[in-house]
């Protein structure tokens, strides 16, 4: 009898460990929240060919991330998927930057010191060709920001026709899944987690 009493013991024990186990790997996770900002939208000037040129629409979003682990975690990687959510970015539709007062690389190294939440200001870039003859309207009203990496950045706040333009030729087939990356050091895991970018 003494047998039995313990072995339904053991059983409910394995019972609320695993319970407690399964609630605990729901709740430990890193959340995503996405929203467009109020940055003014950009345009680079990428690749200019005999009668078109490739440009690259910026646009401002925030991301908030919030870790519900308790030990410390890094990001490692922040990068883009393609439409199809799987295998990385097509360099020829998608670029990222971080959104200061210049254009930057991705945030990487960033530590999370448990249940910790950071805010990331970034532009996805959207790239895309116009025809020469187009870019000299399109451009009339865009504001000179900057040359990166020697590409000319304009900020096209000014310009309505210029910003409707650039965002009817964003395409589903070039909407995709922006991918943070992160390291936990107390279980030593890579983790990952993706949203949609609409």
């Known amino acids: 009898m003494k047998f039995i009493m313990g072995k339904h013991a053991y059983i409910l024990f394995a019972l609320v460990v695993s319970i407690v186990t399964s609630c605990r790997s729901q709740e430990e996770n890193v959340e995503l929240s996405f929203e467009k900002t109020d940055a003014p939208l950009k345009i680079m000037e990428s690749i200019t060919m005999a009668d078109s040129v490739y440009v690259t629409l910026l646009k401002p979003y925030r991301i908030k991330l919030k870790s519900n682990y ?95 333009f650039f965002e009817q030729k964003i395409t589903d087939d070039i909407r995709g899944y922006l991918s943070f990356s992160f390291y936990n050091y107390e279980n030593e895991l890579r983790l990952r987690e993706t949203i949609a970018i609409d």
């Open 70 to 164: 308790s030990g410390i975690i890094e990001t490692t990687r922040l990068s883009m998927n393609s439409g199809g959510g799987s295998g990385y970015h097509n360099p020829s539709k998608y670029l990222i930057y971080t959104d200061k007062h210049k254009l930057a690389p991705p945030p990487t190294g960033v530590k999370f010191s448990g249940h910790d939440t950071k805010v990331f200001d970034i532009y996805i870039g959207y790239r895309m060709f116009i025809k020469s003859k187009e870019k000299n309207s399109l451009f009339e009203n865009a504001v000179y920001l900057e040359e990166n990496g020697g590409r000319k950045v304009y900020d096209l706040s000014k310009s309505e026709i210029a910003a409707r």
